[in-house]
C-alpha cells in the first residue's frame, strides 16, 4: 500500500521523525482553518500519488489567507497526469538551507536491506545515482542483525552531509530504519530531508509503501484507507480482497496465481487480442473468490468476453466450477466465458460445469485454443 | 537421478493437521511421498490417517529420522516454522505459504544463510517440489507431471510450474525434477541453484526456466547459462503486457523503470544462449524437439 504525503508524515511522526506542522484539508475553508493552525507563510499541497506535483501547479506558496483561497481553491479538483486532487496538506513553510535524501528498502539481489543517504536531495534519487553515483552512499545492512548509530555515522559522513546537520540526521536514519523495519513498510524514502538556516534535520517530504503481507500485524493501518484513488474497477476488487489491475482492452481475465495471469494476458496479445485487466484470484481460491472475480469482471462495460484459466494446485477445480455457477445464479452474465481447468479435482471441476446449462460458457483444453476462442468470441460480439 | 530429493526423502510436514497441510500432505502421501511425520504445536499424540503427529520438529525427527520438511502453515507463524525445522537440522525444507511479511522472510533468509548454511529452504509461497515417480513435496496436482526425464524445470510462479509439467506432458517428454521456487522477493533457492544442480544431474538433458518480470534474478541466471550450463535451456517469461509500475499480483512481480522488465529478460536470456520462446505452449513444443534431437 503506498501512503500519500500526509499519510506519510503522519507515520514518520509515530516514529519521531520531525515533519513540518501541519493538516489535512478537503474543503478551502478547512485549508484556512490548518493554515492558521501552521503559521504564515504556509505551503498548499496537492495530495496525490503521482510525480511532477509542482510543475503541474499542485504545490503552492502562501503567505495570507486570500492566497490559501486562491491556491486551495484551484488546486482541488485540479487533474494531475489523471490524478483528480480530492485532499490537500497545508503545512508551514520550511526555511531551506540544504536539501539530502534518505531511504531504506530490500535490495532483492543482495536479499539484503539497503540504506542510501546522498548531500543531493530535491531531485529525482534516478537522476543522482545515474550521474553522480559517488554522491549516493549506500550501505548493506543484515536484516538478522539490524542497523547500528556506528553505521548510520558512517553513511552520513560518506554522503557528505554539512557537520552541522550530521547529528540530527543520524537520529532521523534511526528511526527511519525502525519506521521501516518495526512498521513493516517495503520502502522509506525522504526527499529532501532538509537542512534549515537555524539548525534544524527534518523530513520536508514523506513516501511510504507498506507491506500488505503485514497488515494482519498493524491495525492501525485501517487508518490509511480513508481515501483511494484506485479506479472504480480497482476499489471493488480490493473490497472483495482480489488482486486486480485494469488494463485498457475487453477480453477479461481471471488466472489462479499471477504467473499465469501474466502469462494469459500475454497469449491473449500473442492470438490478436487485448486484455481488459489482470486479475489474480491467488492460490486456494474457494467458490465465493471465484464469484467475486466474476462480479468484478463483468462490472467493466469494456469486457467483450471472458477468459479463465485456471490451473490448480493449491485452489481446487471443483471450488472453481462452483463458483462459476453461483456467480451465473447470483448475477445476469451475458458475455460469453471461455474457461480452461487444469489440475488439482480439475475432472470434478469440469463434471460440474457440465452441469452447467448456459450457452455463455464455453470449455477449452489448452490455454491457447481458449485464449484465441475468447478473442474470436469479442471480435463477433463487437 | 533427480535433484535436492528422492525416492528416500522422508517428510515431515509442519501444519499437517491443518486443512491444506492434511489436503496436500495426504495427496502426496498418495503419490508415493514418505510422508512419515506431522507437526502441530498443542496436537502431539494424536494422528492424521495413521501419520503421528508431534508438537515439535526436534521430537518428530527423533522419532521418525524425517530428513525434508513441508512446511504448510499461516503466514504468521511461518518464519518460526522454518527457523524451528533449521535447528532440528532438517537439511531441506518447503514452504508453501503465500503472503509472509518481507521483512520476515529476509530475516529468514539471512538467519539461514549464517546460522543454517547446510540448510536448503525452498520457498516460501512457492508450489514445492516434485520428482515425478520418486516423490512430490507441495502442492502440484503430481498426475500432470510425467516420470523418468529427461527434462529438468525450475519455475519462479506456481501455475507457471504446473502449466510447463502439463505442456511437457502433452508432448510426452518426462521430468527428472521440476523446482517451483515461488515469487516472493527473498526466496531461499533460487534459479541458478537449480541450474547449477541440472547441471550437475547427469540424468537431466535439458532444462525449463519459465521466468516473470521484476527483480533481476533471470538476467543472473542468463549470466550464469553463459558461464556455466553445456545442456539445452528454453526460457520463458511471463509478463511482456504487464503496464510499468503496477503490481502484478505477488510480491515478485513489479516492474520498475529499464530494469526488471520482460523484454531485458529474454534478451539477456537469448544473449546467453537459452532457446527464448513466447508462451508455455511454445516452451513444450520446443523442449519436445530439443528432447527428439538428444
Not at chain 1, 284 to 312: H, Q, W, Y
Request: hydrophobic share 40%.
Amino acid at each position: 500500500m503506498d501512503l500519500f504525503e500526509y499519510q506519510g508524515k503522519q507515520y514518520f511522526a509515530r516514529f519521531g521523525i520531525p515533519v513540518s506542522l501541519g493538516g489535512v484539508a478537503d474543503t478551502v475553508e478547512q485549508a484556512v482553518a490548518e493554515a492558521d493552525k501552521a503559521g504564515y507563510p504556509v505551503v498548499v499541497k496537492a495530495q496525490v500519488q503521482v510525480g511532477g506535483r509542482g510543475k503541474a501547479g499542485g504545490v503552492k506558496l502562501a503567505t495570507n489567507e486570500a492566497e490559501v483561497r486562491e491556491h486551495a481553491g484551484n488546486i482541488i479538483g485540479l487533474d494531475i497526469k489523471g490524478h483528480v486532487v480530492r485532499r490537500l496538506w497545508v503545512e508551514h513553510a520550511s526555511d531551506i538551507s540544504k536539501e539530502y535524501y534518505a531511504s531504506f528498502t530490500l535490495d532483492r539481489g543482495a536479499k539484503q536491506y539497503l540504506g542510501m543517504v546522498s548531500a543531493q536531495g530535491g531531485v529525482e534519487i534516478e537522476t543522482v545515482a545515474d550521474e553522480n553515483p559517488d554522491a549516493l552512499a549506500r550501505i548493506y545492512i543484515d536484516p538478522a542483525i539490524g542497523f547500528t548509530e556506528a553505521q548510520a555515522r558512517q553513511l552520513v559522513e560518506e554522503a557528505g552531509l554539512d557537520a552541522e546537520a550530521r547529528d540530527g540526521a543520524i537520529g532521523i536514519l534511526l528511526n527511519l530504519y525502525r519506521a521501516y523495519v518495526e512498521g513493516d513498510a517495503d520502502l522509506v524514502e525522504i526527499n529532501p530531508l532538509i537542512l534549515t538556516p537555524d539548525g534544524r534535520v527534518h523530513a520536508l517530504d514523506a513516501k511510504v509503501t507498506l507491506d500488505d503481507n503485514a497488515s494482519f500485524r498493524h491495525p492501525e493501518w485501517e487508518d490509511f484507507r480513508d481515501i483511494d484513488e484506485f479506479d472504480e474497477r480497482e476499489r471493488l476488487a480490493r473490497s472483495k480482497g482480489l488482486q486486480y489491475v485494469g488494463l485498457d482492452g475487453y477480453v477479461g481475465i481471471i488466472a489462479n496465481g499471477a504467473g499465469l495471469a501474466m502469462s494469459t494476458c500475454d497469449v491473449v496479445n500473442q492470438v490478436g487480442g487485448s486484455p481488459a485487466n489482470f486479475l489474480d484470484i491467488g492460490g486456494g481460491a474457494n467458490a465465493e473468490v471465484m464469484a467475486n472475480a466474476l462480479e468484478v469482471i463483468t462490472s467493466d462495460p469494456k469486457v467483450r468476453s471472458i477468459f479463465i484459466n485456471i490451473f490448480g494446485g493449491i485452489t481446487r477445480g471443483e471450488e472453481v466450477a462452483n463458483g462459476i455457477k453461483t456467480a451465473l445464479g447470483r448475477i445476469d452474465i451475458s458475455i460469453p466465458m471461455v474457461i480452461r481447468l487444469d489440475g488439482t479435482n480439475a475432472e470434478e471441476g469440469r463434471d460440474i460445469l457440465a452441469t452447467v446449462t448456459s450457452d455463455k460458457v464455453l470449455s477449452s483444453p489448452t490455454m491457447l485454443e481458449a485464449a484465441r476462442k475468447a478473442v474470436e468470441l469479442a471480435n463477433s460480439s463487437n | 537421478m533427480s535433484i535436492f530429493v528422492d525416492e528416500s526423502t522422508t517428510v515431515i510436514v509442519q501444519g499437517l493437521t491443518g486443512g491444506q497441510g492434511r489436503f496436500h500432505g495426504l495427496r502426496n502421501k498418495a503419490y508415493g511421498t514418505k510422508i512419515v511425520a506431522g507437526v502441530t504445536p498443542g496436537k502431539g499424540g494424536q494422528d492424521v490417517e495413521g501419520i503421528p503427529v508431534f508438537d515439535t520438529v526436534a521430537e518428530a525427527v527423533a522419532a521418525t529420522g524425517g530428513n525434508a520438511s513441508f512446511v504448510s502453515v499461516p503466514p504468521k507463524m511461518a518464519a518460526g516454522a522454518i527457523l524451528e525445522a533449521a535447528a532440528a537440522s532438517i537439511p531441506f525444507i518447503v514452504c508453501i505459504t503465500e503472503g509472509i511479511p518481507a521483512h520476515d522472510e529476509a530475516r529468514v533468509y539471512n538467519t539461514l544463510a549464517s546460522q543454517y548454511p547446510t540448510t536448503r529452504l525452498l520457498g516460501p509461497n512457492c508450489p514445492g517440489i516434485i520428482s515425478p515417480g520418486k516423490t512430490n513435496i507441495g502442492i502440484t496436482a503430481g498426475e500432470i507431471a510425467l516420470p523418468g526425464g529427461p527434462v529438468g524445470i525450475v519455475s519462479r510462479s506456481g501455475t507457471l510450474t504446473y502449466q510447463a509439467l502439463y505442456e511437457l506432458k502433452q508432448m510426452g517428454v518426462g521430468v527428472t525434477t521440476c523446482v517451483g521456487i515461488g515469487g516472493d522477493p527473498v526466496p531461499g533457492t533460487n534459479f541458478v541453484d537449480c541450474l547449477a544442480a541440472f547441471q550437475e544431474d547427469p540424468e537431466t538433458k535439458a532444462i525449463i526456466m519459465m521466468g516473470e518480470i521484476g527483480g533481476a534474478e533471470e538476467e543472473k541466471a542468463a549470466d550464469f547459462i553463459r558461464s556455466s550450463v553445456t545442456k539445452p535451456v528454453v526460457a520463458y517469461i511471463a509478463g511482456v503486457t504487464a503496464p510499468p509500475g503496477k503490481k502484478m499480483g505477488h510480491a515478485g512481480a513489479i516492474v520498475s523503470g529499464n530494469t526488471g522488465t520482460a523484454k531485458a529478460k529474454m534478451e539477456a536470456l537469448a544473449a546467453a544462449g537459452a532457446h527464448v520462446v513466447n508462451n508455455p505452449t511454445e516452451a513444450g513444443e520446443k523442449m519436445a524437439e530439443i528432447v527428439k534431437g538428444l
